[in-house]
């Protein structure tokens, strides 16, 4: 069976507050982004030195670390995740679970990345340039305390990865109708920079 690579253009983000506060509502944000990096776990080798063994190297695997998680998407009246930035900053913590879910070329989800405990640490507004005319980009950076990959898709027996204890089990039943597949991302190639009909307020 010939297995085709999925395309990095066809994606969603969806971020849910665990306890919602002040004036927020979930979901926090349910969006189509131009941009998504930092779905990322490392593992810190250790390398033991045993005497008199000199043809092999003894490894230790340390504890999980994960990357900062930017998303980037087009500005609009939904400021919710200044919002949120907000409250952190005044000392009210509200961490957030999120689901990136990317979907193959008849729109349908297929792989999906869980966060669970995701917290705001940057966010930044658009770069302005009356001269250039270009969508107004806005970029947010959370960091979130584990990670795990589900295949979603038709046939999904097949096995999945995680960072964290207890990530995976019960994952995908908790936010299946968080899941909204919106004609956000019914665009393709370069027009999914043009975000902003797929951004819910």
Excluded at 92 to 109: H, I, K, L
Excluded at 127 to 147: F, W
Excluded at 173 to 186: E, M, P, R
Aim: proline letters at 5%.
């Amino acid at each position: 069976m010939t297995v085709v690579p999925y395309t990095a253009f066809r994606f969603e983000v969806v971020l849910d507050l665990e306890h919602p506060v002040g004036n927020l509502t979930n979901p926090l944000c349910d969006a189509a982004f131009a941009e998504c990096d930092g779905l990322e776990m490392t593992m810190e080798p250790k390398t033991i030195e045993s005497g008199g063994v000199n043809d092999r190297q003894i490894h230790l695997i340390g504890p999980a670390k994960f990357a900062q998680l930017t998303l980037k998407r087009g500005m609009t009246s939904n400021v919710q995740l200044w919002q949120w930035l907000a409250l952190t900053a005044k000392g009210t913590v509200a961490p957030a679970s999120g689901t990136v879910t990317m979907w193959d070329a008849d729109a349908t989800p297929v792989i999906e990345f869980a966060l669970e405990g995701c917290l705001p640490v940057k966010m930044r507004a658009p770069s302005l340039n009356a001269r250039e005319g270009l969508v107004a980009v806005e970029e947010l950076a959370l960091v979130y305390e584990s990670l795990s990959v589900t295949f979603v898709g038709p046939d999904s027996t097949g096995p999945s990865a995680a960072g964290g204890a207890g990530v995976t089990a019960g994952f995908s039943a908790g936010v299946s109708g968080g899941l909204s597949v919106s004609g956000g991302l019914s665009a393709s190639g370069s027009a999914g920079v043009s975000v902003s009909g797929g951004i819910s307020s």
